[in-house]
């Protein structure tokens, strides 16, 4: 009877006739169908699967995880595929006519070639061949364009190829704060700043769902370690929860709309954030309300009925135990027929948003070489000049370069981890100059590509990787070569080149945080290097140039003064060696900010107090727990306050060009504060400029930082002589800071200051305003560390 009413109720809810595809009406009645489910289809729909591929689903080769289908419903699997520089999958030769998928849905060996002795696990007839995807650089090189129309073109570009592919949705973008500069993630985090890290967030996220396809908002919330980061408690004040750690992804979910948020892997106040109801239920849905679906970051299981009671909908990448913990639960009466139905309804709502449920077929590739194009302007964008000494750059082509650095020949895309993405090339930095017109000095490539081949053939632990396999993640960083008894191919090299381009390579992963010796520090061959080149040809009258291929922040104050010009290329992804040259040839004026400070030294930085040391830490403080000490004082929060010295500020870049403000205006409209400022390329080459929007706050019982970003905007390619008025716009509540001991954010009455600079220590035209009397927002009293953090007291100068 059952079987005979479900067909009939299933044609009424999903109303078949009109199915189209790719434009499939939703259900107008999910109830109706949380009604027909039964309890371990519902246990299942919250727990990811292997995949289907039924002709209601498919599946996608190197997705990182599936929903559960039940065709008799019509409700198919989707997937859902890292990542933040773009789509992670498997690109399947079309020379197979089957697949077989692990028991983790990675596709393991196609049956036709290789029968695995005849007893495959079901081989699914291939229904399309997924190629390679475009990567592009890293979030933080993305960050560093500050440029938001270009965040919401990658996102198109990811949107498209995930689309083409049939990906659902795409696990992006990480917002987590570079709290320190050896959190070995924070290549795929945007910032120091919450502002810069939402905004630019909210803006991949836009671009992705444009095309119809998901994102996910991560790490939710204070991943910024990875030390013990499956465990540790992040034990954070509320105040600095609120201005920094949440901030981000409030401001991220107030200028976009994720269809997923990720839970972090680590405790918040003592709980695992992805069954902290204060975090998910009172912050995320009731304070912001959010709502889309929450799913668990990957791998690591919890207490499933914590979770789902916690907040959390959708356990990934799902194991039988879940369902069985589920079905329990609420058997027991530990999880309630409500909370069940809640986590059912988030999970089916995004199934009938996706394109699988909108019956995807396979078309056509996706257009990888116009992504590329992208990729390298993204690339070039971010880009960050910190030093041209009398101009050096750009360089005309033809020029004789010597060219030192083992990453010059085998360069950075990208890092390691789930952000990998299977590209079809990466262009070195040796082939980039080479394209763009460069004479590279024979002998020296030579030595290198020697030295390059012999690291690969001594570090290479997967001899049999496929060739996309080793431009991923079995793509290994070939340390310096030591050139100590190379002193006469150095003296050579600058009598037989007119400049010398030294590249610096650091690579960063999942796996672990960064080092302090021979990582944020440079290490010794690199030290003798950077001095004998810039000794031996200045001696010339020769000139040299460092380009850091390098995932993040660095030691930079003992060895600055060496080269003339030192350019920050990041992780630029895919194109990295045409992006550079690009620059390097004045192709492209720089226009590319820091997203976060250079310090001095390591020891500067407040959270190096509380940050675990790779090797040494392996329990207690700094694993099992982290002391937040330095609250809200992150990056130039702490370094402008304090005036203490930096190497390179936050938002620092030079340009070929050089950039004049004019004297700013501020009006109030409709609630809003507007600023308006014009800025005139008064140099010699067309250039872009960032206008940075800072604000100082009068001093009350709060203790404020002298600076807080609050907003930003680019101006388009002015030609020499061309100005852009730059409207920039912030409302009362944005200005607030955070009153920890009534709840509340608090905007006090009083005289502020509003700057405009092109660094955060560069401030160029100010203007005041008032604020008459004081405005409150009052918040729920959540988040509380389970041992009151001892906060950093700030001495000022
Ligand atoms: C990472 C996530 C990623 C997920 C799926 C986890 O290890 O922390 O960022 O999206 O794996 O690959």
Excluded at 622 to 635: A, K, L, R, S
Excluded at 647 to 659: A, D, E, H, I, K
Excluded at 766 to 780: A, H, L
Aim: proline share 5%.
């Amino acid at each position: 009877m059952k079987k005979a009413i479900i067909p009939i109720l299933y044609a009424l809810v999903f109303s078949f006739g009109n199915v189209l595809a790719g434009n499939k009406p939703l259900p107008k009645d999910i109830n109706s169908i949380i009604n027909q489910l039964t309890l371990e289809q519902k246990a299942r729909l919250l727990v990811g699967c292997t995949g289907s591929d039924n002709g209601l689903s498919h599946m996608v080769a190197g997705s990182a995880g599936y929903t559960f289908p039940i065709d008799s419903l019509g409700i198919p699997s989707i997937n859902l595929a890292d990542g933040p520089v773009g789509v992670r999958i498997t690109p399947v030769p079309s020379n197979w006519k089957y697949i077989v998928y692990d028991s983790l849905g990675i596709p393991s060996t196609d049956p036709a070639e290789n029968p695995v002795s005849g007893k495959s696990p079901s081989p699914y007839p291939i229904k399309k061949y997924t190629s390679y995807c475009t990567c592009f650089p890293s979030t933080t090189a993305l960050a560093a364009t500050w440029n938001k129309d270009i965040a919401r073109l990658e996102g198109n570009a990811i949107g498209d190829e995930a689309r083409a592919y049939g990906v659902d949705i795409v696990l992006t973008p990480g917002i987590n704060i570079m709290r320190n500069p050896l959190c070995g993630r924070n290549f795929e985090y945007f910032s120091e700043d919450p502002y810069l890290s939402g905004i630019m967030g909210a803006a991949m996220i836009n671009g992705i769902q444009d095309k119809g396809i998901g994102t996910s908002l991560k790490h939710f919330i204070a991943n910024n370690q990875q030390t013990g980061k499956l465990y540790n408690d992040a034990r954070i004040s509320q105040r600095a929860l609120r201005e920094i750690y949440l901030k981000g992804f409030e401001i991220c979910i107030k200028n976009s709309d994720p269809w997923t948020v990720m839970g972090s892997y680590n405790k918040i106040g003592g709980k695992y954030t992805q069954a902290n109801p204060e975090l998910l239920q009172t912050i995320l849905r009731d304070e912001w309300k959010y709502n889309g679906l929450i799913v668990t970051d990957w791998y690591k299981k919890r207490d499933t009925a914590d979770q789902l009671n916690g907040g959390t909908d959708l356990m990934m990448p799902g194991e039988q135990s879940q369902i069985d913990e589920i079905i329990a639960g609420v058997k027991s009466g530990r999880i309630s027929e409500a909370t069940l139905n809640k986590s059912v309804k988030y999970t089916l709502e995004l199934i009938f948003k996706s394109i699988s449920y909108k019956n995807w077929k396979y078309t056509e590739a996706p257009n990888l070489s116009e992504n590329a194009e992208l990729a390298r302007s993204i690339a070039t964008e971010g880009m960050v000049l910190l030093k041209n000494d009398n101009s050096f750059l750009p360089i005309p082509k033809g020029t004789k370069i010597a060219l030192f650095g083992a990453t010059a020949y085998k360069s950075i895309a990208g890092g390691t981890g789930s952000s990998n993405v299977n590209k079809a090339h990466i262009t070195d930095i040796s082939t980039g100059l080479e394209n763009g017109g460069y004479q590279l000095n024979n002998r020296l490539k030579g030595i290198y590509t020697k030295f390059v081949e012999f690291q690969n053939d001594l570090l290479d632990k997967h001899p049999q990787s496929t060739d996309w396999e080793k431009l991923s993640y079995n793509r290994t960083v070939i340390p310096e070569m030591d050139l100590t008894k190379a002193e006469n191919t150095i003296e050579q090299e600058a009598k037989n080149s007119d400049i010398a381009l030294i590249v610096i390579g650091r690579g960063s992963g999942e796996e672990s945080d960064r080092r302090l010796e021979g990582d944020f520090y440079l290490t010794p061959e690199e030290k003798f290097m950077i001095d004998k080149v810039s000794s031996q040809f200045h001696a010339l009258g020769k000139k040299v140039a460092v380009v850091m291929n390098v995932c993040g922040v660095m030691e930079m104050n003992s060895w600055k003064e060496k080269p003339d010009a030192i350019l920050l290329a990041w992780f630029p992804g895919q194109e990295c060696g045409d992006a550079i040259t690009d620059i390097i040839s004045g192709k492209v004026n720089p226009s590319g900010k820091l997203p976060m400070t250079f310090p001095t030294d390591y020891f500067d930085i407040p959270s190096s107090k509380n940050f675990p040391m790779v090797g040494e830490t392996k329990s207690g403080k700094n694993f099992d727990y982290t002391n937040y000490e330095e609250d809200i004082w992150v990056g130039y929060r702490y370094f402008n306050t304090v005036k203490q010295s930096i190497v390179y500020p936050f938002g620092y870049g030079l340009s070929y060009t050089n950039f004049s403000f004019s004297k700013p205006k501020i009006e109030r409209k409709n609630n809003k504060w507007i600023a308006n400022i014009e800025v005139t390329n008064t140099g010699n080459v067309s250039g872009k400029e960032v206008v940075q929007l800072y604000i100082s706050a009068p001093e009350t019982f709060i203790q404020k930082p002298d600076i807080e970003l609050k907003a930003f905007g680019k101006t388009r390619e002015l030609k020499p002589g061309e100005s852009e008025i730059i409207k920039l716009q912030f409302t009362d509540y944005d200005i607030a800071s955070f009153d920890e001991n009534n709840s509340q954010w608090l905007t006090s009455k009083g005289k502020y200051l509003l700057s405009f600079g092109s660094s955060s220590n560069d401030l160029k035209a100010t203007i005041p305003f008032s604020i008459r009397k004081d405005k409150t927002w009052k918040v729920n009293d959540v988040l509380k560390p389970v041992e009151k953090v001892n906060v950093m007291k700030l001495s000022i100068k």
